[in-house]
T-cell receptor, first 111, second 110 residues
């Protein structure tokens, strides 16, 4: 069966520091991969998606970037965090059916 | 532009008090509608997929239905453990992206 791993679960970072969140998927090949951000009490905002290695599409302009160095690995990065980058970050994968399966999420607090 | 709207934003029920959550959508060429449950501090968990008007799916106290314009999540005799945020989503665009509603936050009290 397929599983998705996302870490860390919680992260507290100072303003201006770099960020790297990692997500890996097991049990499937060539998945579509997604990064979402969820602000408190709000819906899911799609940040990036990828349909293959090295293929990244950005949905909103921002201080973040994404990379997909391997088929089942998706990384969310920032060179310098802003206060506004705080939030709950979710990684997800989908098959060709479109249904997305989510990781446990990372709570990022930028202080 | 594809849109998904959920109502109400928040719903408070007493245990055993049945109700329905609404998800209305505007999308060209529906390719499915998904319901998720999200507990605080966790990722959304898949509940149901509906593909065509008239389709119904059930799981324990939950039943999802679909029409050409909206979907309902019916909760029968809810229990406190049903408290969560319920999200609906539809595939949009050409790359299997989902458009999510903002969710209904359900609280079931004793």
């Amino acid at each position: 069966s397929q599983t998705i791993h996302q870490w860390p679960a919680t992260l507290v970072q100072p303003v201006g520091s770099p960020l790297s969140l990692e997500c890996t998927v097991e049990g499937t090949s060539n998945p579509n991969l997604y990064w979402y951000r969820q602000a408190a009490g709000r819906g899911l905002q799609l940040l990036f998606y990828s349909v293959g290695i090295g293929q990244i599409s950005s949905e909103v302009p921002q201080n973040l970037s994404a990379s997909r160095p391997q088929d089942r690995q998706f990384i969310l990065s920032s060179k310098k965090l802003l206060l506004s980058d705080s939030g709950f970050y979710l990684c997800a994968w989908s098959s060709t059916l479109g249904l997305e399966y989510f990781g446990a999420g990372t709570r990022l607090s930028v202080l | 532009e594809d849109q998904v709207t959920q109502s109400p934003e928040a719903l408070r029920l007493q245990e055993g008090e049945s109700s329905s959550l609404n998800c209305s959508y505007t999308v060209s060429g529906l390719r499915g509608l998904f319901w998720y449950r999200q507990d605080p501090g966790k990722g959304p968990e898949f509940l149901f997929t509906l593909y065509s008007a008239g389709e119904e799916k059930e799981k324990e106290r939950l039943k999802a239905t679909l029409t050409k314009k909206e979907s309902f999540l019916h909760i029968t005799a809810p229990k406190p453990e049903d408290s969560a945020t319920y999200l609906c989503a539809v595939p949009t665009g050409t790359a299997s992206k989902l458009t999510f509603g903002t969710g209904t936050r359900l609280q079931v009290t004793l």
